[in-house]
Structures are given as C-alpha cells and as structure tokens.
C-alpha cells in the first residue's frame, strides 16, 4: 500500500491563480481530511469528507472547496490564491472504528502565494 | 467543544536525558487521545493511542504515555532522549468524526 499520497510536494502560485491539491489513499478509508499548518499554530481542519459525495466544513474553510466523488480521492482546489494561504497542507485519511479515528496523514505540500 | 492545550511551545533535553511533554484536554465524556510526531519535512506520524483500559499505554520508538483523567493530562514520556527524537509533538482528541490537535511541542536534543 502506498497510503495517502499527495501532489504536488511543493508550488509557488501567484495572487488570484487557482490551483487544486490532490490527495489519494489506497487503503479504502472512508474518512478524508485536509489541513493547513502554519507555524506556532498547529494543524487546522479545512474540510472533511466521510464517503463519497460527503464533505463538510472544518474549521477554516474559506478560500477553499473540495469534493469526494471516489472513495479514494479527495483533491482541494483553491480558487483565488491569496498570501494568506501560504502554509503546508496535509491530507489525511481514517477508517472509523466504534467511533475511533486514526489517521493517516500523507506528505505534504508546502505552497507559497506570492 | 473539545481543545488540546500544549503549554510547552519548545523544549530542549540533554541526550539520554528523560523527556516528558504535557498534554491537557478538555472533552465531556471519555476522550480518545493521541500523540502524534512530526520530522522536520514531513507528515504527522503516530506515536500513540489512548481508547480505554490501562491507563499507560505504549507506543512506538519507545515511548509512553499516561492518561490521568483527574487531571485531564495525557503526557508524553521517554526515560532516555536519542538525538533522532527530535521533532515536533502533537497531542490530539477525537472529537465527531475528527481529530482536534494541540499546537505543538517542538524536541531539541542537545549533545
């Protein structure tokens, strides 16, 4: 298995390009999360998705959209970069058991709007 | 709503030194709590899991931690620091259907 892998590893946008994250696990987890990492600041739940065709917001959704429509693929798309979107952005996925979460968190991908 | 506060932003430890990084949380019912670790460059990788039953649990690379819930603490420890431990720390809660992380602790291990 190759986990969650995500693309690309690093990106320099413009202001106001538009740009999507990809982010695919082969380990059939129906549970799908992104987050933005910025220093000092931990990680911070953009979206979430718990199946296809299911997502919803996390904690600072705005400038960001996604959708699910695979099991296995859950890309973020930026529509209009914006500086304040410069961080590292990570994918994760999880198989909920009783209600447990243990995620899998793939690479990275450190993008900087300039 | 659930939080993880780490109160410790940096932490420097001699090698071969014991390592203990504080954990606390705030949840309503029983919390099901994480460690998880981050190399410089990479992703997050867990270190370990709290669910239920003993209340010290192990994890990988020779680490432990303690759940005490009259504290709502879930420190980390290691009784002897390598040089490759260090990294930043999260601690984490599941809350519905996601994790809520805590900012982080960053390891320096010095000679």
């Known amino acids: 298995n190759a986990g969650v892998t995500q693309t690309p590893k690093f990106r320099i946008l413009k202001i106001g390009q538009s740009m999507t994250l990809q982010c695919t696990q082969d380990m059939n987890h129906n549970y799908m999360y992104w987050y933005r990492q910025d220093p000092g600041m931990g990680l911070k739940l953009i979206y979430y998705s718990v199946g296809a065709g299911i997502t919803d917001k996390g904690e600072v959704p705005n400038g960001y959209n996604v959708s699910r429509s695979t099991t296995e693929d859950f890309p973020l798309r930026l529509e209009l970069a914006a500086p304040s979107q410069t961080s590292v952005y990570f994918c994760?996925?999880?198989?909920?058991?009783?209600?447990?979460?243990?995620?899998?968190f793939g690479p990275g991908t450190r993008l900087t709007v300039t | 709503a659930q939080s993880v506060t780490q109160p410790d932003i940096h932490i420097t430890v001699s090698e071969g030194a014991s390592l203990e990084l504080r954990c606390n949380y705030s949840y309503g019912a029983t919390p099901y709590l994480f460690w998880y670790v981050q190399s410089p460059g990479q992703g997050l990788q867990l270190l370990l899991k709290?669910?239920?039953?003993?209340?010290l649990v192990q994890g990988i690379k020779g680490f432990e931690a303690e759940f005490k819930r009259s504290q709502s603490s879930f420190n980390l420890r290691k009784p002897s620091v390598h040089w490759s431990d260090a990294a930043e720390y999260f601690c984490a809660v599941a809350g519905f259907q996601k994790l809520v992380f805590g900012t982080g602790t960053r390891l320096l291990v010095s000679p």
């Open positions: 994760a996925s999880s198989f909920p058991d009783r209600g447990i979460l243990e995620q899998y």
């Open positions: 709290y669910f239920s039953g003993d209340t």
